[in-house]
């Protein structure tokens, strides 16, 4: 092999070593800006537990003022079984919706 090769192999693997090199820091530098976004979104989500947890202390506290206060939910039979049918379903679905927000 003459000197001329051996130089322009030489050249050929610090080609493909710098084509290697600038490929892992573009990977790199992706990989950070999606670890970034997953941290915003882990504080965001976060953000909204804490809302939420707060809403549901909120509303066993006013549950349970209403209990021991009325000593009925639904007071002295002024409220249909209709009603109180519709009221026990909206409650159920508002429990699922934070349930699932919870598990999100």
Do not use: C, P, W
Request: without cysteine; hydrophobic residues 35%; aromatic residues 8%.
């Amino acid at each position: 092999m003459g000197e001329g090769s051996k130089y322009d192999l030489f050249i050929d693997e610090l080609n493909a070593l710098e084509k290697q090199i600038y490929y892992f820091m573009q990977k790199g530098s992706e990989l950070m800006e999606a670890n970034r976004a997953l941290n915003n979104k882990i504080i965001q989500l976060e953000k909204e537990n804490d809302i939420l947890k707060k809403k549901i202390s909120e509303i066993e506290l006013k549950v349970n003022k209403t209990l021991f206060n009325e000593g009925n939910l639904f007071g002295s039979e002024t409220i249909k079984l209709e009603e109180r049918e519709a009221l026990k379903n909206k409650i159920s679905e508002l429990i699922a919706r934070i349930d699932y927000h919870l598990r999100s």
